[in-house]
C-alpha cells in the first residue's frame, strides 16, 4: 500500500505533536477505482487534510462527517470508536457541492482515530516502512483500534487489514537538474529514490529531496554493491542520466546482462537518457563490449515518452510516464486514441 505513505508522514507530524486526527479508511472500493481498500484520508481539528479514498466524489462528504465528529469530542478522541460509512452509486450523499453518488459502484469508509491510544504501533510501522519491510496492520471495526499483525493468519472477524509493501526503487544515475525533478517526482509514484554520481560536489543535499537517498560512487560499481546485497529486484528501475559513455557504458552493462544477476533479480526497467544518434552509438558499445543483442533490446534509449517538451521538468516527467506505463502494462497512447480504436474495432 504505496499510496499511504505521504498520509502516514502527515499523521505523524501531528501525532508527535499531540494532535487529534481522525481517518477515513476505504474498506471496500469500485474494483477500478485509482484508491484501492486500504486508501486512507485523514484530517485534523484546524481543517487540515491529507490523502483521498475517491476521485473527489465523497471528500466533502467525509469531511463534514469529521467535522461534526471533531465538535463531538471537543475534550479529544479518547471515547471515539469507528463509523462506517456506505457510499452506494445513485443515493444521494450530504453535501451539496459533492457529486450525487460515488463513482462507479460501491465504497465503504471506516471512520476513525488515530491516536497514541489508538495506535500505540505507529511509530514502528512508519519505522518498517522506511527500512522497506512488508508490514500489516489491522484496524478494529468496533473500536477504532489500529495494531500491527505479521500476516501469517487470515484477519479475525470485525477487523480490516491492510499490506504496507516495500516500495519500488528508481536508481537514477548522474547529477543534472533533470535526475533533481526525477528525485522530486518519483516519490509521489511509489518510488524510493537514490540518486548516485562519484562527482560528490554535485550531490548536495540542497538540491535535491529530502527523502532522496544521495551516494557518491561510480555507477556500474554501486550497482554491483547493490546486487551483492540483494537490494535490486525486478520492480527496479535504472535510469542512465549521466550523458558521460565513462558512467553510461559500464552501468548499462551491469544492468542489462542477465549473466551478470544468476538470481534473476535483475531491474526490470533500464533507461538511458540521450538523443538517437547517441543512443544508437551506446548501443554499439554494448554489443562489442559482448552485451548480447537480445539483451540491448531491453534499453529504453532514448529514454521517455514523447512529450514534446525540452525542459527538465519535462523530460522528468516523460520519463515517469513511461516508467509507469511498463510498470501497469499501459498503452502509452492518448486515451481518445486509445477509446476510438477500441470503438471502432
Known amino acids: 500500500m504505496m499510496i499511504n505513505h505521504a498520509v502516514l508522514q502527515w499523521i505523524w507530524d501531528r501525532y508527535c505533536q499531540h494532535g487529534d486526527v481522525i481517518t477515513a479508511s476505504a474498506i471496500d472500493a469500485p474494483a477500478r477505482s ?36 471533531f465538535l463531538d469530542h471537543r475534550d479529544g478522541l479518547s471515547g471515539m470508536g469507528c463509523y462506517t460509512v456506505h457510499f452506494e452509486a445513485g443515493t444521494e450523499v450530504r453535501d451539496v457541492i459533492s457529486p450525487p453518488h460515488a463513482c462507479g459502484g460501491t465504497l465503504m469508509v471506516a471512520i476513525h482515530p488515530v491516536t497514541p491510544t489508538h495506535f500505540p504501533e505507529l511509530p514502528d510501522l512508519l519505522a518498517a516502512c522506511a527500512a522497506g519491510r512488508p508490514i500489516y496492520t489491522e484496524l478494529d471495526l468496533r473500536n477504532g483500534c489500529t495494531t500491527l499483525a505479521s500476516g501469517q493468519r487470515p484477519p479475525a472477524p470485525g477487523m480490516f487489514r491492510t499490506r504496507y509493501e516495500a516500495p519500488k526503487r528508481l536508481l537514477a544515475f548522474g547529477i543534472s537538474d533533470i535526475a533533481v525533478e526525477l528525485a522530486n517526482l518519483a516519490p509521489r509514484l511509489g518510488y524510493a529514490v537514490t540518486v548516485c554520481d562519484p562527482r560528490s560536489t554535485f550531490l548536495r543535499p540542497d ?138 474495432r
Request: hydrophobic content about 45%; charged content about 25%.
Open 207 to 344: 538540491r535535491f529531496p529530502a527523502e532522496a537517498e544521495l551516494v557518491a560512487d561510480w555507477p556500474d560499481r554501486y550497482l554491483r554493491q547493490q546486487r551483492a546485497e540483494s537490494l535490486v529486484a525486478a520492480d527496479t528501475a535504472v535510469v542512465d542520466l549521466s550523458h558521460e559513455e565513462r558512467f553510461s557504458i559500464p552501468l548499462l552493462l551491469e544492468a542489462l546482462d542477465s549473466r551478470r544477476w544468476p538470481n534473476g533479480d535483475q531491474p526490470g526497467y533500464v533507461g538511458a537518457l540521450g538523443s538517437r544518434a547517441r543512443c544508437a552509438q551506446r548501443r554499439r558499445a554494448l554489443r562489442e563490449w559482448g552485451l548480447p543483442a537480445a539483451e540491448e533490446a531491453r534499453l529504453h534509449a532514448p529514454i521517455g515518452l514523447d512529450l514534446g517538451g525540452r525542459l527538465a521538468p519535462h523530460i522528468a516527467l516523460s520519463i515517469a510516464a513511461e516508467l509507469i506505463a511498463e510498470a501497469a502494462g499501459g498503452s502509452a497512447m492518448p486515451l481518445t486514441a486509445r477509446y476510438a480504436t477500441r470503438t471502432a
Open 34 to 69: 485509482p484508491y484501492p481498500a486500504g486508501s486512507m484520508m485523514a484530517f485534523d481539528r484546524k481543517g487540515g487534510v491529507a490523502g483521498s479514498v475517491s476521485p473527489g466524489c465523497v471528500e466533502a462528504d467525509l469531511y463534514a462527517r469529521v467535522q461534526q465528529i
